[in-house]
């Protein structure tokens, strides 16, 4: 109940609003233009989905093939060894990248949210001193 009470303060004087207002965002999004561009939507996640896993595949294949063409100089066990580091390099490359990408787009202290948090504070302890 304690949900309903906004409705009911804003619906003051507009019959009918706080009848309609609790369904409006479900009418919405299941008129026939939001069905429509949400199958869409869900029709273009799925196709990347298909083509991250078929990328996933291809590489894999890469990975073997180059893995098969090292055993005709190597022996098989050092050809798959050579390929695993030569895999496990790049992992490392590849999450020294995205730390480094992590680190300068997230800042150690998040000024705006102490801030916000100060303001807050300063709201909540005027509404205490009423």
């Not at 100089?73 to 790049?90: D, S």
């Not at 705006?112 to 948090?117: K, L, N």
Request: hydrophobic fraction near 50%; charged fraction near 20%.
């Amino acid at each position: 109940m304690g949900r309903a009470r906004p409705v009911r303060r804003a619906a003051r004087g507009r019959p009918g609003l706080r009848r309609d207002a609790p369904g409006a965002p479900r009418s919405a999004a299941r008129g026939p233009r939001g069905r429509r561009e949400g199958q869409e939507r869900a029709r273009g996640g799925g196709m990347f989905a298909a083509a991250g896993v078929l990328a996933l595949y291809a590489g894999a294949a890469l990975l073997l093939a180059a893995g098969i063409a090292l055993a005709l100089v190597w022996p098989a066990w050092l050809a798959a060894l050579a390929v695993g580091l030569v895999l496990l390099a790049a992992a490392g490359v590849a999450a020294l990248m995205g730390r480094s990408a992590l680190k300068r787009a997230i800042p150690p202290i998040p000024q705006d949210t102490i801030e916000r948090a100060r303001v807050d504070a300063r709201a909540l302890q005027g509404r205490m001193h009423r």
